[in-house]
């Protein structure tokens, strides 16, 4: 099972339906495909495998970038990885 702290749904293909003790009261999206399993946010929180530190999140504030139109848009090569 896969834990995504920002997803917002929880996915589990059928040949993963539960079978074991613990329960929890959680909703999924029941997919065919053979996908690994997503436990999203509130589920993760719900089942105490991770915590969210709300004094620690940023206030994000909006920005408004304007666009020079008399500039051509370019394409730049990908950037050199130094090598240790």
């Known amino acids: 099972m ?3 702290s920002v997803a917002s749904c929880n996915v589990l293909p059928r040949k ?3 079978k074991n003790k ?3 009261r959680v909703a999924f999206a029941i997919i065919d ?4 399993p997503l436990l999203g946010s509130s589920a993760a ?5 991770i915590t969210v530190q709300k004094e620690s999140i940023l206030q994000v504030s909006e920005s408004v970038v304007e666009v020079d139109k008399s500039v051509p848009p370019s394409i730049m090569p990908p950037r050199r990885v130094p090598s240790p």
């Open 33 to 36: 495909e053979d996908y690994t």
């Open 22 to 24: 613990k329960k929890y």
């Open 2 to 4: 896969q834990v995504d």
């Open 45 to 49: 929180q719900q089942m105490r495998l």
């Open 16 to 18: 993963f339906l539960p």
